[in-house]
């Protein structure tokens, strides 16, 4: 569970950013969204072999 403590005189949108920050930060968000429905191993698979190639294309172009 995310929570912050507001220090005193603190600005309340800044309260506000810094949950959102540590909330995203998380990860709880992607989590729900990934769980929303299910995925085939098979796809799982698929997906995380092009997320490789697409991560291996972008670090041989940020060294040339």
């Known amino acids: ?3 912050i403590v ?3 005189n603190e600005n ?4 506000i950013r810094r949950f959102k920050k540590k909330y995203e930060r998380s990860g709880i ?3 729900v969204k990934k769980r929303a429905y299910f995925t085939k191993p098979s796809v799982k698979k698929r997906m995380k ?3 490789a190639i697409r991560r291996s294309q972008r670090t ?3 060294e040339m």
């Open 6 to 8: 507001i220090q005193e």
């Open 12 to 15: 309340i949108d800044r309260a």
């Open 1 to 3: 569970m995310v929570g």
């Open 29 to 31: 968000l992607k989590e």
């Open 49 to 51: 072999k092009i997320k």
């Open 60 to 62: 041989l172009l940020e």
